[in-house]
Nanobody
Framework: VQLQASGGGLVQAGGSLRLSCAAS????????MAWFRRASGKEREFVAV????????YYADSVKGRFTISRDNAKNTVYLQMNSLELPDTAVYHC??????????????WGLGTQVTVSS
């Protein structure tokens, strides 16, 4: 499974971005899909996960109510809608495919990240 994240960029605080993660090489309908992020000088951090069917989601407390994860299995794509962005949301965002979890080692496949920078 190859994963490619896109949609990052520079946005002002309070603004919105929508990240996409396109999968190829294998249908990802049987995998949970998640977003993690890593800010400069910090550890990788769980953001959100969606189950294979899309019926279950789970969010980090820091993004709950602001971010929404969704998937379109027909397009083999997962999305992360990010609203009310804050300065601490600045990070490289990675998508991953694996088992439904907030723990990074439960994921078998990782994509290259996309940079999100929030300015004041």
């Amino acid at each position: 499974v190859q994963l490619q994240a896109s949609g990052g960029g520079l946005v002002q605080a309070g603004g919105s971005l929508r990240l996409s993660c396109a999968a190829s090489g294998h249908t990802v309908g049987s995998y949970a899909m998640a977003w993690f992020r890593r800010a400069s000088g910090k550890e990788r951090e769980f953001v959100a996960v969606v189950s294979g069917t899309g019926r279950s989601t789970y969010y980090a407390d820091s993004v709950k109510g602001r971010f929404t994860i969704s998937r379109d299995n027909a397009k083999n794509t997962v999305y992360l809608q990010m609203n009310s962005l804050e300065l601490p949301d600045t990070a490289v965002y990675h998508c991953a495919a694996g088992h439904y979890s907030h723990i990074s080692r439960q994921y078998d496949y990782w994509g290259l990240g996309t940079q999100v920078t929030v300015s004041s």
